[in-house]
């Protein structure tokens, strides 16, 4: 059942090669993936700009959201230093490690205890990293760390798709267009937490939803959103069955 799943996983990625496709969404799937696949508690996902400089791209959770860029603005961590070497990086227990102090209590104070890091590589040419975080401590083992590899490479070509794979310039396209798509998600995030009185958890998960149910990228409806020409209706809470 495993393997099966596995397979379904390769397939849905490998799909998006075929046509235009929405990176956000498509990378937030990945985060969402390896939660499944490898039963870790949350992934991140770190991209780099066109000027070489690190930012979040996607995250299976606000939380680890919010430590991908901790990370940034402390400038140490695990993901920071995968994406440096082009090495993974793997540590079972935080508590054993004095390599990012602050990283550490700022994991610790979420929650997590472990962490791994594998890169996002284009050959030799390192673009990012990918992050996975677990609440409990312990080694995450050869065979899922291969398969975590694996995915990052998939992703990293689905970021190269078509006959722009290359080509440098659309890379810096693409990920740029896909900074600008986070913006924009943030904001519209913000709008709908405010209006309807939610968290941002649960304003990205209702903007996705309705992005996903209309057929839309999910850029233009957080566009839509920011600038007021669309409101995104309440999620319709279902009646309990007696």
């Known amino acids: 059942m495993a393997e099966i799943q596995l397979a ?3 397939v849905e990625m490998a799909d998006t090669l075929v046509d235009d496709f929405d990176v956000i969404d498509f990378l937030h799937g990945l985060t969402e993936r390896c939660v499944q696949l490898l039963g870790v508690s949350a992934a991140g996902l770190l991209l780099t700009d066109q000027r070489d400089t690190l930012q979040v791209i996607a995250a299976s959770s606000e939380r680890t959201r919010l430590l ?27 508590t054993t490690t004095d390599r990012w102090p602050a990283f550490t209590a700022a994991a610790a104070e979420v929650g997590f205890a472990a962490v791994h890091a594998v890169p996002m590589r284009l050959r030799t040419e390192v673009i990012g990293a990918l992050n996975l975080f677990d609440t409990a401590a312990g080694p995450l083992d050869e065979g899922k760390l291969r398969i975590g590899q694996a995915l990052a490479d998939v992703a990293t ?27 924009l998600i943030e904001q519209a995030k913000g709008v709908l937490a405010e209006r309807l009185h939610l968290d941002m958890a649960e304003a990205f998960t209702l903007l996705r939803d309705n992005a996903r149910s ?5 850029s233009d409806l957080a566009q839509a959103v920011v600038d007021g020409s669309e409101q995104v209706p309440p999620a319709t809470r279902q009646p309990r069955l007696l």
Not at 68 to 94: H, W
Not at 159 to 178: F, K, M, N, S
């Open 8 to 10: 379904d996983v390769f």
């Open 214 to 218: 209309h057929n839309r990228r999910l």
């Open 157 to 183: 070509i689905g970021l190269l798709q078509q006959r722009a794979i290359h080509r440098r310039d659309i890379l810096t396209e693409q990920l740029e267009t896909a900074l600008r798509s986070r913006v």
């Open 68 to 94: 991908e860029l901790f990370q940034l603005q402390t400038d140490q961590g695990p993901c920071v230093d995968c994406f440096r070497t082009g090495q993974p990086v793997s540590v079972a227990d935080l």
